[in-house]
């Protein structure tokens, strides 16, 4: 199925209902795909190896900077209706972040802020090109994850590694 401007707007108001990032450190929700970590400090500063159940050498961060390359998908060059849709997403991931504190993101001298809400738009724009595209794919998981209050920051096998 493809992504009309319904599906846009009923997606940008989810966003805009979100309090992102508002699970960290909470109790891990029952998820076979997902694996919980508990803190920053614990996945990118001290990573504790047990905490990834086997999976941390085949760790692949998500991307957090738009001029990375999507690692699930390839898509042609948008056109302009799709870099419209992602503009207004992207902008009200981005006003909808600024309402949150930073201090569950600083782990010693390091502020995890910037990636958090730079991974969170680079996934919410990948996820609009996929249902542009019609493709069904890992970033509906990621995006679901983001709505939750969670941190999806990297994947490994068939697992998303979140905080």
């Known amino acids: 199925m493809r992504a009309d401007m319904q599906d846009v707007k009923s997606l940008i108001s989810r966003i ?11 109790d891990p929700d029952s998820r076979d795909d997902v694996i919980y970590i508990r803190d920053v400090f614990r996945v ?3 990573p504790v190896y047990s905490d990834f159940h086997g999976y941390y050498e085949n760790l692949e961060w998500l991307p957090t900077s738009p001029y990375q390359d999507d690692p699930f998908n390839s898509f042609p060059k948008p056109p302009k209706e799709l870099v419209s849709w992602r503009i207004d997403v992207t902008k009200t991931v ?11 993101f ?3 001298p390091h502020d995890y802020s ?3 809400r730079d991974g969170a738009c ?3 724009r990948q996820y609009i090109s ?3 595209y019609g493709v069904s794919g890992e970033w509906s998981k990621v995006i679901e994850l983001y709505l939750s209050g969670r941190w999806p920051v990297g994947y490994s096998d068939t697992k998303l590694i979140v905080i």
Request: net charge negative; proline share 0%.
């Open 106 to 108: 600083i782990a010693g």
């Open 122 to 124: 680079f996934a919410f």
């Open 94 to 104: 981005m006003q909808s972040i600024k309402v949150g504190s930073t201090v569950k």
């Open 130 to 132: 996929e249902s542009y």
């Open 114 to 116: 910037l990636a958090a």
């Open 44 to 46: 990118f500063v001290e």
């Open 16 to 26: 805009a209902d979100t309090e992102f990032f508002s699970r960290m450190g909470c």
